[in-house]
Nanobody, 118 residues
Framework: QVQLVESGGGLVQPGGSLRLSCAAS????????MKWYRQAPGKEREWVAS????????YYADSVKGRFAISRDNAKNTVYLQMNSLKPEDTAVYYC???????????WGQGTQVAVSS
């Protein structure tokens, strides 16, 4: 069955770094664009970053541009989110999302908690 499993979240001090991973299985990973979203307490889920294919230019929300980097490894069926210079406002549950490039199928992971606090 389809699975997206996020990992790498945790508690970090402001200015610190974390690397999130999302391991995919049960579908053809290379046929899907991969995205990261986040949802802070009491707020709506918001888009963070996207990468369509390996080697493509990534896209970022203005709030994370210059600090976060999305990448994918099709050989490992995994997408990553490198998060640097973390701020308290980055605190949220982070979700990965797979969207079929030529189609409408979409899958979500269960989320991983990121907390930025001193």
């Amino acid at each position: 069955q389809v699975q997206l499993v996020e990992s790498g979240g945790g508690l970090v001090q402001p200015g610190g770094s974390l690397r999130l991973s999302c391991a995919a299985s049960g579908f053809t990973f290379s046929a899907y664009s991969m995205k990261w979203y986040r949802q802070a307490p009491g707020k709506e889920r918001e888009w963070v970053a996207s990468i369509i294919r390996a080697g493509d230019n990534p896209y970022y929300a203005d709030s994370v541009k210059g600090r976060f980097a999305i990448s994918r490894d099709n050989a490992k069926n995994t997408v990553y989110l490198q998060m640097n210079s973390l701020k308290p406002e980055d605190t949220a549950v982070y979700y990965c999302n797979a969207v079929m490039i030529y189609g409408s199928d979409s899958y979500w992971g269960q989320g991983t908690q990121v907390a930025v606090s001193s």
